[in-house]
Every structure is written in structure tokens, then in C-alpha cells.
């Protein structure tokens, strides 16, 4: 069964917005972590952002701190991330998985990937 799937990507051009959302489905939100992760083609998949199961704390990539905003809306179960100020370099997959528990900026620590978005930032 679908755990996880991504939507909102697509093509924006440089200093654009675009909100990811992440829909979650068979499995408690208040036990898992959910996170963001992005992997450009022949770069390794990269922690970008990640939200507690009580959703009260975040991780935030450097590279991403300060543009990015990963909140989640409990009732609906959705975790989006905002992307604000977008560079080229931001273009990859965007992908969100579940841990459970507690963030990592592992990729290997989590699980039921969903399929992907493609974020692609170009002029």
C-alpha cells in the first residue's frame, strides 16, 4: 500500500517558490519522522529537512537553512516543504521517507520512500 507521495514540482525559475507536499497514509504520524531528501542526477541522495512525529522540532540542511520550510499538517496528514529563493543548484528529486521516532540526515535511516517530484530551477 502507498505510504508515501510526493507532488507540487515542477519547473521555477531562479528566486522562485514552490511548496512540496507529502502525503502520508497507513502508519501513525506520531511515531515517525518524516523527512525530505533530494538527489540531483550523479550526486548522492541528500538530507534536506526532516520533522519530528510531535512536530515541534526541525532539521534543516545548511545549504537549504534560511530558503526551505518543512511543516506538516497533522489533521490532513500532509508534511510539506516550502522552497523559497530557489537556485539551479535546488534542481534534483525530491523525495520524503518515514523514521521512526527521531531525524536523521541519513538517507539509509529511513524508510517507505515515496516515488519522487522533480524540482527543476532554471531560467
Known amino acids: 500500500q502507498l505510504q508515501l507521495v510526493e507532488s507540487g514540482g515542477g519547473l521555477v525559475q531562479p528566486g522562485g517558490s514552490l511548496r512540496l507536499s507529502c502525503a502520508a497514509s497507513?502508519?501513525?504520524?506520531?511515531?515517525?519522522?518524516i523527512g525530505w531528501f533530494r538527489q540531483a542526477p550523479g550526486k548522492e541522495r541528500e538530507g534536506v529537512s526532516c520533522?519530528?512525529?510531535?512536530?515541534?522540532?526541525?532539521n534543516t540542511a545548511d545549504s537549504v537553512r534560511g530558503r526551505f520550510t518543512i511543516s506538516r499538517d497533522r489533521a490532513k496528514r500532509m508534511v510539506f516543504l516550502q522552497m523559497n529563493n530557489l537556485k539551479p543548484e535546488d534542481t534534483a528529486v525530491y523525495y520524503c521517507?518515514?523514521?521512526?521516532?527521531?531525524?536523521?540526515?541519513?538517507?539509509?535511516?529511513?524508510?517507505?520512500w515515496g516515488q519522487g517530484t522533480q524540482v527543476t530551477v532554471s531560467s
Open positions: 521517507a518515514k523514521r521512526r521516532y527521531s531525524c536523521s540526515n541519513r538517507a539509509a535511516d529511513f524508510g517507505s
Open positions: 497507513g502508519f501513525s504520524m506520531d511515531s515517525y519522522a
Open positions: 520533522i519530528r512525529p510531535g512536530g515541534g522540532s526541525t
